[in-house]
């Protein structure tokens, strides 16, 4: 939306005070900060209204700022025209990457007073890169299996039958190459896609092989890790009972939230700034329509390997939201780099 320089300052002003105060801003409260009389404060601020940025909730009051006029506000600040405060730095001496991942959310809510949801790769469907062998003796092998993400796992297998080198060869290679390419993720259902593949080799070797990789790509998962339920719950007056009763059925309902954070993963990677930011309904759950969506993805080994967000409020200090998320994915990135 085209704005005059004057329109957009009177515009952001309003969006800053009201997300400090609560309060509807009027003229007089934008005078002490925007050099123009009250007459043209007003008549830029019914302008506003009129193009749906902003709105009021009686004929007295002052404006408040509608959807469209967060999403002005909010890409303002992601194009860097407004400033923006706060930085995070994930914790040190995490001795694995779930410590570490848990510790990321906790010091986010702490940071923000918001509720912040880290997702890793497994919770967000890991993809499945290869599976490979090594023999232990005539009876047992070890199995390896490799995600996309990096994570890896491994197990002792013991074969129900008698098998050759040659055809043990054959197997591994039909499941790699039938796996190649495919965005498997930790639903694999291996036994009945794959069994078509192997139909040609002793069914009792193939289920256990295909049994094994199935568990051991589930325990290649990193989860969720949630906090600052108990921030959300302080912000009542920013939320209405209808919203958070939203949220936490969200949070209740496991697969409701691995599709919010699923689609958050790959609107980030698609986006140049690597930021999400989804206002009231965008996210896609109409009932969050009080709500906000901070997210971006972070990354092993220049791999997309999971996203740190924050939920709060639509009246949330989205400045210091969006300068937490993204140094959260900048420095966890960096340090399971450096780490893992």
């Known amino acids: 939306m085209n704005l005059t320089s004057r329109q957009h300052e009177i515009l952001i002003k309003t969006l800053e005070l009201y997300i400090s105060t609560g309060t509807p801003v009027g003229s007089h409260a934008l005078g002490e900060f925007v050099e123009a009389s009250s007459s043209t404060i007003r008549a830029e601020l019914a302008y506003l209204e009129s193009v749906g940025l902003l709105t009021h909730p009686h004929t007295s009051a002052g404006r408040v700022p509608t959807d469209a006029g967060y999403r002005y506000y909010v890409d303002a600040l992601v194009a860097g025209d407004t400033p923006q405060e706060g930085s995070f730095e994930a914790p040190l001496g995490s001795g694995n990457v779930d410590e570490l991942l848990r510790g990321v959310s906790e010091n986010m809510s702490e940071v923000t007073r918001l509720l912040a949801v880290v997702a890793g790769p497994g919770a967000l469907g890991d993809s499945l890169a290869r599976v490979d062998y090594l023999p232990f003796s005539r009876e047992t092998v070890l199995l390896v299996v490799s995600m996309e993400s990096g994570a890896s796992s491994s197990t002792t297998l013991a074969i129900p039958a008698q098998v050759d080198d ?175």
């Open 166 to 340: 040659e055809e043990m060869r054959e197997i591994f290679s039909a499941i790699n190459g039938w796996i190649q390419g495919r965005p498997l993720g930790v639903d694999l259902e291996l036994s009945l896609a794959a069994r078509k593949v192997l139909s040609d080799h002793n069914p009792l070797v193939v289920e256990a092989v295909l049994e094994a990789v199935e568990i051991l790509s589930r325990a290649t998962e990193r989860g969720l890790f949630i906090q600052g339920v108990s921030a959300l719950l302080a912000r009542l007056d920013d939320l209405d009972p209808s919203s958070l009763a939203t949220v936490i059925e969200i949070f209740e309902r496991r697969r409701w939230l691995l599709r919010l954070m699923g689609d958050a993963l790959q609107r980030s990677l698609s986006n140049p700034t690597g930021l999400v930011v989804s206002i009231g309904a965008e996210s896609g759950f109409y009932r969050l329509a009080n709500t906000s969506f901070v997210a971006a993805a972070y990354s092993h080994r220049e791999r997309p390997y999971g996203v740190v967000s924050l939920i709060g409020p639509k009246r949330m200090e989205y400045d210091a939201a969006i300068a937490t998320v993204r140094s959260a994915a900048e420095s966890l990135t960096l340090r399971l780099s450096n780490q893992f």
